[in-house]
């Protein structure tokens, strides 16, 4: 069974099994956009509501158990109510909330991130976006210019400058080695999206024409240093080295947006793996173990006087949060960990790859270590144009199917990916991989 009659069947046996999903989802759509609270996945019929989450594992409001590859989307390396966190965290209520000063800890949290990422000097803040946000604004500031390069299909928050290219119609996104600017939903000035330059993933030579074309003026280059926000796109030999050696010649800030990628691939994220060494370094979802962080760091002399400039938040470093980040990175993402997920993630890679040979699927895989996802095409996928050839329905068939499997297979949506947690075993490899061996006929 294909095609329509297939995905009527497995809509049909998600709404069976989701039926108080369905009901909160009513009475929350009469208030909140989407019927969701602002974070959570917004899919058709309805979002699963969800009650409970422990180990690898998460359970709906209706009682069904999940094995949970998005992890929210690849925020919990360590899982769900790792107890070592959770023991942490009870500890530090004990101690209040927002103190209003520093606090010893900070610095704790502060130097476990330096020990991973080359950072001179760190600031925390609440979330991925401010971490792009303040970014970009040292760039600005530290270099005097005003225009900025992105990714074409990267996403890096909702900020005004970044908001821009993120899923850009192809009819109305120009040549794919010069692609016009193009903002993600309206609300951001024509200036803004003037200074946001769009280049496309794994492509030197478009670099280097922007760069040329605009002398003198572009003050960042920001990247995902693996894609992740359009599948998993890993950067091609030598795409990363060229980019440092582009900006290094022409003072231009490189700015690795490591808010997916930090943590995971490795200890000290992308910038580990690939070698390269960034100016600036976005963190944010993993390294605060579940709790709201982000953190902007780099070099010396682009954070030099932050502070005396009114980059703060009331909520920045928030106790609670630099606990998690803390004994997220000192106590429980430990290095024996990086080797025992790497290998969880080989085996899914190439179980998938295997089972899509055997069913002759038209899809892909890719992934690095501990991440990796699912794409329904033929086409190699090395940037956004090659990407928006993925299926986009089969994606949804595949999802919903792996979900009435038991399985959250991965973060919904085509551009997504899974994960695997430090609390996740061989056995809940083994049943993701049955799961899809029961789904991959029907694709
Ligand atoms: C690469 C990247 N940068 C920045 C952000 C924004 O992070 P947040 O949602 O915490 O604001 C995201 C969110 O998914 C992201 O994937």
Not at 230 to 248: D, F, M, N, S
Request: net charge neutral.
């Amino acid at each position: 069974m294909t095609g329509e009659s297939y995905l009527s069947k497995i809509t049909e046996q998600y709404n069976q099994r989701t039926k108080q999903s369905k009901k909160l989802f009513t009475e929350a759509i009469e208030l909140l956009p989407g019927g969701i609270g602002g974070s959570a996945p917004t899919y058709k019929p309805y979002p699963m509501f969800v009650n409970k989450g422990e180990g690898s594992k998460l359970w709906d409001v209706d009682g069904n158990e999940y094995i949970d590859f998005n992890l929210c989307w690849g925020v919990l390396l360590v899982g769900h109510k790792h107890p070592i966190l959770m023991k942490g965290l009870q500890e530090q209520l004990d101690y209040g909330t927002m103190p209003g000063f520093p606090y010893e800890e900070i610095i704790d949290a502060a130097k476990a991130l330096a020990r991973r990422f080359p950072m001179d000097k760190i600031r925390f803040v609440n979330s991925g976006s401010e971490a792009t946000l303040y970014a970009i604004r040292l760039a600005r500031r530290y270099t005097g210019k005003d225009k900025i390069i992105k990714i074409e299909g990267a996403y890096h928050g909702i900020s005004d400058s970044l908001h821009i290219s993120k899923r850009p119609a192809i009819d109305k996104a120009g040549p794919p080695d010069r692609p016009n600017s193009i903002p993600y939903g309206g609300g951001i000035t024509k200036a803004t999206v003037k200074d946001t330059l769009v280049a496309p993933f794994n492509n030197i030579d478009a670099i280097k024409q922007l760069v040329k074309e605009n002398s003198g003026q572009i003050a960042a280059i920001i990247v995902e240093p693996m894609m992740m926000n359009a599948g998993v796109i890993p950067p091609q030999e030598g795409y990363l080295h060229a980019l440092r050696e582009i900006t290094e010649e022409s003072n231009i800030v490189l700015i690795f947006d490591e808010v997916k990628t930090g943590v995971k691939m490795a200890p000290g994220g992308a910038t580990e793996y690939y070698g390269v060494k960034p100016d600036l370094i976005s963190l944010a979802k993993a390294i605060g173990g579940g709790l709201p962080i982000g953190a902007c760091g780099g070099k010396e002399e682009i954070m030099a006087g932050i502070g005396k400039e009114g980059l703060f938040g009331t909520f920045s470093a928030n106790p609670l949060s630099i606990r998690a980040c803390k004994i997220t990175l000192t106590e429980i993402l430990t290095n024996d960990q990086y080797d025992k997920i790497a290998q969880m993630g080989k085996n899914l890679l190439s179980g998938y790859q295997d089972i899509i040979e055997d069913h002759k699927l038209p899809a892909i895989v890719q992934g690095i270590n501990a991440v990796g996802g699912i794409l329904f095409t033929k086409e190699p996928v090395i940037n956004y144009r090659t990407w928006t050839k993925v299926d986009q329905e089969k994606t949804h068939a595949y999802w919903i199917a792996m979900a009435n499997n038991g399985i959250i297979s991965m973060a919904y949506g085509a551009e997504e990916e899974w994960l695997i947690s430090v609390q996740h075993s061989k056995e809940d490899i083994q049943q993701h991989l049955e799961a899809f061996k029961k789904v991959a006929p029907n694709l």
